[in-house]
């Protein structure tokens, strides 16, 4: 049983695979591309990490830990090449309560369970329920996470030393103004430009990066008075060390974390495979959803035991990492690397930086990120799609990403079948064969939602003796179903009539006869194309 386990799990861990397509090779020209585009995505994690430990009431090396250990093992074994992981808001906001009431200690614990669940989930392969979340509810994933990351953004104007973070950056404190909020804007409005322009010029260099240096130089040159990196905190540090959580093994400790544990691994995993979606569009690949949850899982069952937060896919850095032209695992590698560097002995240089260049890079990842044809299609797509695009968006940017999503998904699932239960319907004419019996040719599916639809259909006081009710059309779909038709066949046996069922799918007679409601002798219909009665008197449906 373990070897099987052990097997199974080694199935769903693919070896790391720095390949392209098929017809491309990692030429000199690429190591470039990817190690530029890692450590521009470094530069951004930087503040982002920072901020995030802040939001979760940590310290900082311990957003800045998590960004590097989520970030280099889900690299290295993920699901899609090219997502960035690290500490992000979405669980951040989950993690205050529980360090503000029981310590650091016991969300590193948390942080190992979170992982495990995750690991679970990979290897039960319940990744692949991602393909259920509908198009619209992803429109308005996007939607909402740029939303979010430009409300983010938006505290980095206020003043050093008074922002309260609250998770979208619009906590309290004082907004900067004059002239320092005249040279933040220009700064940020400058870098944007950059990036806008840069890639019109050459290549050769990501734009997001060459805006960060050039903003910097600037800044640095002149010696002009703009917040910086370090004004956040220090990001100084050495490596992580390994660190058992110093939790009582007990089922009380069990009781608290484990509701925290399943909230931030679901959250995380929803992030991570709307993430890979996305990517896997940019890039062309699919597949990986498994992977990506055992990845997940493994990288935080690590950075809980290493001082970590933990963390998810964050599809902000992301962007930048695949329209830097990254497309292999080495960006996100080296982008992990590059944050341990800047922990252990750039920390003095990477605090001079400007923050105005790291806004001017998100901003440009916000407009790059949010679905603009959205609001186009707003009034060509039918109307509750349209409702639910509009309502994950606000849903995300007002509670958080899984909310929304699990809102959008139930919504999305009942207007299907609302307009899945309007289908049902029949037409009726004679019998070619029965002489005088009436023939209800059922249309569309029978289900819960039908199922009161079905019984309308039937005039059992007007009609003959003998009907005949024909699935040709339809399908028996569950339960529901099942009741219906024994509710139609009860009014039929009262009024002292008979009913006849005909043309029953596979699928139908399978659940039928699970329930114990149809005695079939297959032998006389292998494909199923077989009429029925339903005995009322005696309580069975038999063949006939």
């Not at 700064?187 to 050769?204: C, D």
């Not at 339809?474 to 002292?496: C, F, H, M, P, T």
Request: hydrophobic residues 55%; contains cysteine.
């Amino acid at each position: 049983m373990k070897k099987a386990l052990l097997a199974r799990f080694a199935n769903r861990v693919e070896l790391p695979d720095l390949s392209l397509m098929p017809d491309e090779k990692l030429t000199a020209g690429r190591w470039r591309i990817e190690l530029l585009a890692g450590l521009t995505v470094a530069l951004a994690l930087v503040p982002e990490a920072v901020a995030f430990a802040f939001v979760a009431g940590v310290h900082p090396l311990v957003g800045l830990y998590a960004a590097f250990l989520v970030g280099l093992v889900t690299a290295l074994i993920g699901g899609r090449p090219g997502m960035i992981s690290g500490a992000t808001g979405a669980l951040a906001v989950v993690m205050v309560a529980l360090v503000a009431q029981h310590g650091v200690e016991y969300l590193f614990a948390t942080v190992v369970l979170m992982g495990i669940l995750q690991v679970v989930a990979g290897v039960l392969q319940w990744g692949k329920f991602i393909r259920l979340v509908p198009h619209p509810v992803m429109l308005g994933f996007v939607n909402g996470l740029a939303i979010v990351i430009f409300l983010a953004q938006l505290g980095q104007f206020k003043v050093p030393g008074t922002m309260e973070n609250t998770g979208h950056g619009m906590g309290g404190g004082e907004w900067l103004s004059g002239m320092p909020l005249y040279l933040m804007l220009g700064l940020t409005v400058l870098t944007m430009a950059i990036i806008w322009v840069m890639p019109k010029i050459s290549k050769v260099v990501p734009a997001p990066l060459v805006g960060i240096f050039v903003v910097a130089a600037l800044v640095i040159g002149f010696g002009l008075d703009v917040p910086r990196v370090g004004d956040l905190a220090s990001i100084q540090g050495g490596l992580p060390p390994f660190h058992i959580p110093s939790v009582p093994l007990n089922l009380e400790t069990l009781e608290i974390i484990l509701p925290y544990a399943v909230i931030l691994a679901a959250i995380g995993l929803i992030e991570s495979l709307l993430t890979l979606n996305l990517v896997g569009e940019i890039t062309g690949k699919r597949g990986g959803a498994s992977q990506e949850c055992i990845a997940q899982g493994a990288a935080n069952v690590l950075t809980g035991f290493f001082g970590g937060m933990g963390g998810c896919a964050m599809i902000g850095q992301s962007m930048i990492n695949v329209k830097s032209g990254a497309r292999t695992r080495i960006a996100g590698i080296a982008a992990a690397l590059f944050l341990l560097i800047f922990i252990l002995f750039a920390a003095p240089l990477i605090e001079l930086i400007p923050l105005a260049a790291l806004v001017g890079v998100m901003f440009m990842v916000v407009i790059g990120t949010f679905a603009w044809n959205s609001l186009t299609i707003l009034r060509k797509v039918p109307l509750m799609d349209a409702f639910v695009i509009l309502l994950v968006t606000v849903v995300t940017v007002m509670e958080d990403l899984a909310v929304a999503v699990v809102v959008g998904v139930i919504v999305s699932a009942l207007a299907y079948a609302w307009n899945n239960a309007r289908r049902i319907h029949a037409k009726t004419r004679e019998s070619h064969t029965d002489l005088g019996a009436k023939v209800y040719e059922i249309q569309g599916p029978l289900f819960f939602g039908s199922s009161d639809g079905f019984m309308e259909l039937f005039d059992v006081e007007n009609d003959p003796d003998v009907v005949i009710v024909d699935f040709n059309e339809s399908r028996v779909v569950d339960q529901s179903a099942l009741q219906a038709i024994e509710a139609v066949a009860g009014k039929y046996e009262d009024a002292g009539k008979r009913i006849k069922l005909r043309h029953l799918s596979r699928d139908c007679h399978k659940l039928l006869n699970k329930a114990g409601h149809l005695m079939v002798d297959s032998d006389d219909d292998p494909d199923y194309e077989l009429a029925v009665d339903y005995h009322v008197r005696t309580g069975v449906l038999g063949g006939h």
